[in-house]
């Protein structure tokens, strides 16, 4: 198991390296809420070569879409990048041109902690999503993508592509997200988080000297959102291994973590409904959840009665197993490998 997990690391590792990262700068960028900031820096990874056709359009290219609080950065492990991106990999970086932006507020992307913090624009999930299409566009020169994927907060921006620009890519694959707005516990939690940071009088209107006292519990609300029951009984089996556990977790999630980053990612979301305009989407789509996820819990059934009003849309939900892992199942591919390449074999190949 060991000699397993060495390699997979070392694969994990190698993608990493052949990672080109850029940044794009985008000029007087006018955000949905009418407020503008003079120059947003959108920093991405890309991993493969660009291919191009016979009319010399790239041909290849393929857009993975991050979740709240992460970056492109999260996809390269051993679990993710290790399993698709490798050779004869579902998404084998040796054919396809994998583009990994970090959106805004994120990663090495233009944020409120750079320096204006709470006078930072109040950006929402539709500036996200242009700027990312102005990446691929203007930045990239890419017309069109062989797929678009993202996981929670990129899942819902993935469905959010395929309305806005229908026509620009062959598929898209949703993961850990639900086509509706976010309402009922899922925006609650959202809105305890939201709370605790600005009711905070250390949160001092976003100008802080030192973290506001409430951030470890902001934090803890997003750990137990996106929990998997069965992988923390293995990781905390006894009362003092969960208690270790759970101090390793708040000392490594903390350790670069800042509120104002943090309560903008959360508030994001605000603007996402793309419940009106399901059939708008044109693209065959493939829509994986997990049974276990807490974020969009199954029993709601609103996958399921969505999914019918996408004209080539197909939904899965993937049972609890020893290999789920709550919402975060999105990165582990193992468990959703086979579908993607099923999915993947129904969609035009590219001919660079």
């Known amino acids: 198991m060991r000699n397993l997990c060495a390699v997979l690391a070392m694969l994990a590792f190698g993608a990493l390296a052949q990672a080109d990262e850029h940044d794009f700068i985008v000029h007087d960028f006018h955000f949905a809420d009418g407020s503008t900031l003079a120059e947003v820096k959108l920093h991405y990874a890309t991993v493969g070569t660009p291919r191009r056709d016979a009319s010399g359009a790239i041909a290849n290219a393929v857009l993975i879409l991050h979740g709240t609080g992460g970056s492109g950065k999260q996809f390269i492990n051993d679990h993710f990048s ?13 054919r396809y041109f994998i583009i990994l932006p970090d959106n805004i507020g994120h990663g090495a992307s233009s944020k409120p902690s750079d320096g204006l913090h709470a006078r930072f624009p109040h950006y929402a999930y539709a500036d996200m999503v242009e700027l990312q299409h102005r990446l691929v566009t203007e930045e990239l020169g890419i017309r069109h993508l062989v797929l678009v994927m993202g996981a929670s907060m990129g899942g819902m921006q993935t469905w959010m592509w395929g309305e806005r620009y229908p026509e620009m890519m062959d598929g898209l694959v949703p993961l850990a997200s639900l086509p509706v707005q976010i309402a009922g516990r899922n ?18 209107g976003g100008e802080y000297a030192a973290q506001p006292k409430s951030l470890p519990a902001a934090y803890d609300i997003l750990m137990i959102a996106t929990s998997s029951p069965l992988q923390w009984q293995k990781s905390g089996p006894t009362r003092d ?17 800042d509120a104002n980053d943090f309560l903008y990612a959360i508030e994001s979301s605000r603007d996402y409904d793309p419940q009106p305009a399901l059939e708008a989407i044109t693209a065959p789509l493939l829509a994986i959840n997990s049974a276990d996820d807490f974020v969009n819990p199954p029993e709601l059934g609103m996958l399921e009665s969505q999914i019918r009003r996408v004209k080539h849309g197909r939904a899965i939900v993937i049972p609890i197993s020893d290999q789920t892992r709550g919402h975060g199942t999105h990165t582990w591919a193992n468990v959703w490998e086979s579908e993607l390449a099923a999915f993947m074999r129904s969609l035009p190949q590219p001919h660079p």
């Open 82 to 94: 290790g399993i698709l991106f490798k050779p004869g990999g579902v998404l084998d970086a040796n």
């Open 187 to 204: 925006r609650v939690w959202r809105k305890m988080i939201i709370d605790l940071i600005r009711n905070d009088p250390t949160w001092n």
């Open 241 to 257: 291994a969960a208690d270790s556990w759970f101090a390793e977790q708040q000392k490594t999630r903390l350790a670069t973590a």
